[in-house]
């Protein structure tokens, strides 16, 4: 929970300022912003990529997707931070602890993932994931590398009992391509915590028809 509510955590989010060389002023922050090269510039300093300042209580961040660079927003008073109380999960289940079968992809295979403003990204593709999920033979595609493999999917309970869709990071260790799928770990995306993150949304084959009854469910909101 600290990663996402701590003052300049993810729930802090409040806007992400997609730049452009000419430049612009952004609400709530004070000069004009502008692009040279990657580097976000503003009127008294610079943001290379991968940085962040503090101005007063702000947190900015520089942001990359592909060509495209933005000034991300963090706010300790953001409403999205004040409104998280906790979030609901199911208990751990023993049973949701599933064995699988990673295939790799070829060397410098890609995949494109459509994104949650519509933007459809090329994606690094790790390769594959088969398992049976209660008889159900289904194969996940995950994204990342092998050492770090990242999978987005929606079950039966995205949209209802749990969020529209859930993140899962798996790690495939063993020689023969086995590997461990908990969903017991299942989490969250971030932009369940604030509307300005641009989450990926699941593939097709990552969509899957029956219910995951394990994991983080949805962002439980403070009531008064």
Not at 19 to 35: F, H, R, V
Not at 98 to 126: H, P, W
Not at 184 to 191: E, H, K, S, V
């Amino acid at each position: 929970m600290r990663v996402i509510t701590e003052p300049h955590g993810i729930a802090a989010l409040v806007a992400t300022h997609w730049l452009s060389p000419d430049p612009q002023t952004l609400a709530g922050l004070e000069g004009s912003w502008w692009l040279d090269g990657a580097a976000i510039v503003g009127d008294t300093f610079t943001i290379d990529e991968g940085g962040e300042v503090i101005v007063g209580s702000l947190l900015l961040r520089h942001f990359r997707r592909d060509d495209q660079v933005a000034l991300r927003v963090f706010d300790p008073d953001a409403p999205s931070r004040a409104s998280v109380a906790g979030i609901d999960a199911y208990m751990p289940d023993e049973a949701w602890i599933l064995q699988g079968e990673f295939t790799a992809a070829d060397e410098g295979a890609a995949v494109d993932l459509t994104e949650i403003d519509g933007y459809v990204e090329s994606t690094a593709l790790a390769g594959t994931i088969s398992l049976e999920i209660d008889g159900t033979p289904v194969e996940l595609l995950a994204t990342g590398s092998r050492t770090q493999l990242e999978v987005v999917f929606q079950d039966a309970t995205s949209g209802s009992d749990t969020y529209r869709f859930r993140f899962l990071k798996l790690r495939a260790g063993h020689g023969d391509g086995r590997l461990e799928v908990d969903f017991n770990r299942a989490y969250l995306p971030p932009c369940a915590f604030a509307d300005f993150y641009v989450c990926p949304l699941p593939p097709a084959q990552n969509r899957l028809p029956m219910p995951v009854l394990a994991g983080e469910k949805n962002v439980v909101e403070r009531t008064a």
